[in-house]
């Protein structure tokens, strides 16, 4: 079966613009995380989703948003974006987003901000 | 607030030597811990859960919860094995909010 797939992989964008960011969930899989990735930070956080409602959310600030569709299709939007957001993000889906399933990770959208 | 703590970001070891990926956490619930693994141009993918007590390419964890610790463990390290590892945390009970340590790369020298 298909893993998740994020799209664009890669994007180039100007400070002060903004971006989208779409992640496919493997099918069947309602539960969307997202994740900044950095070298200084490491992975982290950003927000779920399940069934079209954000469930959790991290401690970005809210320039960071994001949405899902009844397909459990996900978007990630980043407003205003400053340098420091140039960074991998990743998506990963699971069925239910418990501690009990393994969560499937897709290859990332890597986002440079000039 | 929950953390979760690499101490080293880079390990080398020689093939066929013991392998130990430290992970410490913080935490005042009751943990679910993971550990995680991105080999080179590779996705992130689950190695083990602290639940499963499993054993996956030869590795093993073990929860200490006295010492907050959730160290990987390999007795003969391979050099497929020379990739990133993170160390994840899962508030008990909740939903997919992970929180990850920085990472450690494994280099396992042949």
């Known amino acids: 079966k298909a893993g998740v797939t994020q799209t664009p992989r890669y994007l180039i964008k100007t400070r002060g613009q903004q971006v989208t960011l779409s992640c496919s969930p493997i099918?069947?899989?309602?539960?969307v995380s997202w994740y900044q990735q950095t070298p200084g930070q490491g992975l982290q956080f950003l927000f779920e989703y399940f069934s079209e409602t954000q469930r959790n959310k991290g401690n970005f600030p809210g320039r960071f948003s994001g949405r899902q569709f009844s397909n459990s299709r996900s978007e990630m939007n980043v407003s205003t974006l400053e340098l420091g957001d140039s960074a991998l993000y990743l998506c990963a889906s699971s069925f239910q987003g418990t501690g009990e399933e393994e969560a499937f990770f897709g290859q990332g959208t890597r986002l440079t901000v000039v | 607030a929950q953390r979760v703590t690499q101490p080293e970001k880079l390990l080398s070891v020689f093939k066929g030597a013991p392998v130990e990926l430290k992970c410490n956490y913080s935490y005042s619930g009751s943990p679910e811990l993971f550990w995680y693994v991105q080999y080179s141009r590779q996705r992130l993918q689950l190695l083990l859960r602290h639940i499963s007590r499993e054993s996956i390419k030869g590795f093993t964890a073990d929860l200490n919860k006295g010492e907050t610790s959730f160290h990987l463990k390999k007795p003969f390290a391979q050099e497929e094995d020379s990739a990133m590892y993170y160390c994840a945390l899962l508030n008990s009970g909740g939903y997919q909010k992970v929180t990850f340590g920085t990472g450690t790369k494994l280099q396992v020298i042949p």
């Open positions: 099918s069947g899989h309602r539960s």
